[in-house]
């Protein structure tokens, strides 16, 4: 696993060895995509000493397998980026209308979408719905040269929005709001009570009952560490993109993603969402290294280009370098203007 840094004195472009400290870029790509369109990118950021591409071809394995070659020719990395538990327009999973989360004024998002239309979660202890999510993992991490399968969406619904992005949405969010407050679907409430004996329903504060809440973050986190054991089976890790560090993805989105089984985790540090200055990146990045510290995980920073200028480029990866992350990882390659590119470039090589 990735556990050191590169020294001062070592150039960062010796790529491939486990202990460089990882340059990478979200992007997308589709069967519109063009070969010349894809050469451009990847060979920006090649010169600009980028390691990793994370892709999201919306599930298409096989298109995947004809990106992942020519990725490599530029001597990037191909992570296989997928959508997890939000399946938006999925025809099989609109199929069963059974398999979405609920929320605890009872709605589904099966048909009742909360925030955007493209929200549409599968709830985690449903077993047909997870052997399906599973089955998805399993054909992204068969494609033949991809260094991870990298799930997204591996949560629950925002139960609190970025603070940033409240006012887009016209909302107040000071408590936990019903309907935003996912699955008290019946599988759900049943095997809960199973287990202690209640039903969150019943009581007048669910959203304050600590085992009701462990319950969500165990059922995403089974799912995490069943994928974990497709990947490596094929003989590839397992990396997610998470919220920003633990106890901040518990009570946004049920998510605490320092009890997984994963190999790599890029905390979404979009600073300017959060309504934080640049320098909270490196607090995000030192708590989710600090919580890591008893697993074999590591870190790779992720951050939002469009709030970054160039010229705050060489203090960015110093603070998130020197916060002990193993990596950074811009969202996404396209925003990367040449500006941002050639700074990069420069100080990646003279760490």
Not at 129 to 135: I, T
Not at 156 to 177: A, C, H, R, S
Not at 236 to 265: C, G, H, I
Request: hydrophobic share 40%; charged share 25%; aromatic share 12%.
């Amino acid at each position: 696993f990735l556990t050191a840094f590169v020294s001062c004195q070592k150039p960062i472009d010796s790529k491939k060895s486990e202990e460089t400290f990882r340059v990478g870029a979200w992007m997308g790509a589709n069967s519109k995509t063009s070969t010349a369109e894809l050469e451009n990118t990847f060979s920006k950021l090649e010169q600009a000493g980028f390691h990793e591409v994370l892709i999201n071809t919306g599930g298409n394995s096989e298109l995947l397998k004809k990106i992942t070659p020519l990725a490599k020719s530029y001597d990037l990395d191909v992570h296989a980026w997928m959508f997890t538990m939000n399946r938006p327009g999925d025809t099989l999973s609109l199929k069963h209308p059974d398999w979405y989360t609920v929320s605890r004024d009872g709605k589904s998002c099966y048909d009742t979408r909360p925030y955007v239309n493209y929200y549409q979660w599968l709830c985690p202890s449903r077993e047909d719905a997870v052997n399906y999510v599973l089955s998805l993992v399993r054909q992204m991490a068969e494609v033949p040269e991809i260094k991870s399968v990298h799930l997204d969406y591996i949560r629950f619904v925002d139960v609190f929005l970025p603070i940033g992005l409240l006012p887009k949405y016209d909302l107040i969010q000071n408590t936990e709001l019903p309907e935003y407050d996912f699955c008290y679907c019946e599988v759900c409430r049943a095997k809960f009570k199973a287990q202690h004996h209640r039903d969150p329903l019943d009581l007048e504060h669910p959203e304050l009952d600590v085992e009701w809440r462990q319950f969500r973050l165990n059922a995403i986190r089974n799912v995490v560490n069943q994928a974990y054991e497709i990947a490596h089976q094929n003989k590839k890790e397992l990396t997610s993109a998470v919220f920003p560090y633990p106890t901040m993805a518990t009570n946004m989105v049920r998510q605490r993603w320092d009890k997984w089984n994963v190999d790599r985790v890029y905390p979404m540090l979009y600073h300017n969402f959060y309504k934080e200055p640049l320098e909270w990146i490196s607090f995000a990045t030192q708590q989710g290294v600090n919580d890591l510290k008893a697993k074999q995980t590591v870190l790779s920073s992720g951050v939002y280009v469009p709030a970054i200028e160039p010229s705050e480029i060489p203090k960015l990866i110093h603070m998130v370098k020197t916060s002990g992350a193993n990596g950074i990882t811009f969202f996404d390659a396209k925003a990367l203007s040449d500006a941002h590119l050639e700074i990069i470039k420069e100080v990646l090589f003279s760490l």
